[in-house]
C-alpha cells in the first residue's frame, strides 16, 4: 500500500521536474532578452546548456522522490499514535 503512494509522488516529482525544465526553458529566454535590452546590450544570445536541463531535472526529481519517501520513513508513535496527554 505505501509502495502506490511513493509511486504516486514519484510520478507527480516527474511531471513537475518536466513542467520546470520547460519552464525555465522558455523563461531563460524572456528574461534574458529583458535584461539585456534593460542594460542596453544591442544583441541578445540565448544559449540552452543540455549539462544545465539535465541537472534541473534532476535535481526537480530528487526533490519529489526525497519528499515521496519522507512519511515512509516515519516510525509509528508508540501507543496506537495517540500522545501521552490523551490517555
Not at 15 to 44: E, H, K, N, R, W
Not at 47 to 69: N, Q, S
Amino acid at each position: 500500500m505505501v509502495g502506490h503512494y511513493v509511486g504516486y509522488g514519484v510520478a507527480i516529482a516527474a511531471l513537475g521536474a518536466v513542467l520546470g525544465v520547460l519552464g525555465a526553458f522558455v523563461a531563460t529566454s524572456a528574461v534574458t532578452a529583458d535584461y539585456t535590452s534593460a542594460i542596453g546590450i544591442p544583441d541578445t544570445v540565448v544559449a540552452h546548456r543540455l549539462p544545465t536541463t539535465i541537472a534541473g531535472f534532476a535535481l526537480g526529481l530528487l526533490t519529489g522522490v526525497l519528499a515521496a519517501l519522507a512519511p515512509r520513513s516515519r516510525r509509528p508513535a508508540p501507543h496506537g499514535g495517540r500522545d501521552a496527554r490523551q490517555r
